[in-house]
Nanobody, 127 residues
Framework: QVQVVESGGGLVQAGGSLRLSCLAS????????MGWFRQAPGKEREYVAT???????FYADSAKGRFTISRDNAKKTVYLQMNSLKPEDTAVYYC?????????????????????WGQGTQVTVSS
């Protein structure tokens, strides 16, 4: 069982920045692929970004150039740095963990690629 806890959400003005953190328990964090998803009110959950166990990063088109995913294996934490935030980035952001062996090529964008999820952290961007 892996516990996943997100933090760092909040209210920010358009154009501002936030850094989300995700702490995942587990003895072999360095072997996990880690992802971020988000769900806006009335919409389906959508993919944001992934960092593989090897450190390779992948982004949704909406995140490219504005968001950066990174990890600190010693701290068992993955980060999502979000810059140039827009009102349409408002959502609950979820961290996802894949504890099964990393699969080259993913599919990182699918919910079922991941095994554990956090409870989410709210990000609100005001215009």
């Amino acid at each position: 069982q892996v516990q996943v806890v997100e933090s760092g959400g909040g209210l920010v003005q358009a154009g501002g920045s936030l850094r989300l953190s995700c702490l995942a328990s587990g003895r072999t964090f360095s072997l996990y692929d880690m992802g971020w998803f988000r769900q806006a009110p009335g919409k389906e959950r959508e993919y944001v970004a992934t960092i593989s166990a090897s450190g390779t990063t992948f982004y949704a088109d909406s995140a490219k150039g504005r968001f950066t995913i990174s990890r600190d294996n010693a701290k068992k934490t993955v980060y999502l740095q979000m810059n140039s935030l827009k009102p349409e980035d408002t959502a609950v952001y979820y961290c996802a963990v894949r504890v099964r062996a990393s699969s080259r090529g993913g599919p990182y964008v699918r919910d079922d690629y991941y095994d554990y999820w956090g409870q989410g952290t709210q990000v609100t961007v005001s215009s």
